[in-house]
Structures are given as C-alpha cells and as structure tokens.
Nanobody, 127 residues
Framework: QLQLVESGGGLVQPGGSLRLSCAAS???????IGWFRQAPGKERERVSC????????YTADSVQGRFTISRDNAKNTVYLQMNSLKPEDTADYYC?????????????????????WGQGTQVTVSS
C-alpha cells in the first residue's frame, strides 16, 4: 500500500524559502506526484505535478518562477522547493499520487481526486 509522508513545512518570513519533501513507502516509478495546497476559506489549489517516469512537470501560474518540483526515484521522494515565499502561500500542503498523467492531475478539471494523499504539512508565511 502506497503511503506518503510530507515534511519540511513551518513558519517563514516573506521572501524566505522552504523545501517540502514527500517520501513514499513504495516505488513511485509509475506514478504522478502532485503538490496541492489549501488555505483556510479557499478552494484547494493544484500547485505542481511531476511524472516519476519521465520527469515532465507542471507548475501553476501563481507560483511559476518561485516553486520548483523535483524527484529522486532512488529515494522514492519528491521535493517542492519554495523560494520568495509570500503571505498568500500560507496553506496546508498535501502530497498526492496516482497512476495518471501530469495533464490529468494538474491541468484539466479534476474528476476523481488522486487516490493517495499524505497527511499534509503546514506552511505559514508571516513576519
């Protein structure tokens, strides 16, 4: 059974950086991994996705140029490097996984939510 564990969240000042990690209990080679976030009172947002098989990625316009998703297949881990953080990046960040495409997970309207979810990690950007 695939289990996802996020880490790396915390409190950071505006302009600062954090790196989130998503570690899996099994091989992710055939999965697409996504980072979703949800702030209080706001809809869930798809931040970034990566294909573990070919490395293709998608990053939302709201974080383009500031956030970078990457993978380490040998460690079954995906990272989200977050730079130049803004207060509006404050949210709970979730790592998700499914056997699908980057396009389906991150681009087109979601029909069925991803099959696997981590417990979430909180990111707070505040001075």
């Amino acid at each position: 059974q695939l289990q996802l564990v996020e880490s790396g969240g915390g409190l950071v000042q505006p302009g600062g950086s954090l790196r989130l990690s998503c570690a899996a209990s099994v091989s992710l080679d055939y999965y697409v991994i996504g980072w979703f976030r949800q702030a209080p009172g706001k809809e869930r947002e798809r931040v970034s996705c990566i294909s573990m098989s070919d490395g293709s990625t998608y990053t939302a316009d709201s974080v383009q140029g500031r956030f970078t998703i990457s993978r380490d297949n040998a460690k079954n881990t995906v990272y989200l490097q977050m730079n130049s953080l803004k207060p509006e990046d404050t949210a709970d960040y979730y790592c998700v996984a499914d056997r699908t495409s980057v396009h389906a997970m991150c681009v087109v309207p979601i029909g069925v939510p991803p099959a696997y979810w981590g417990q979430g990690t909180q990111v707070t950007v505040s001075s």
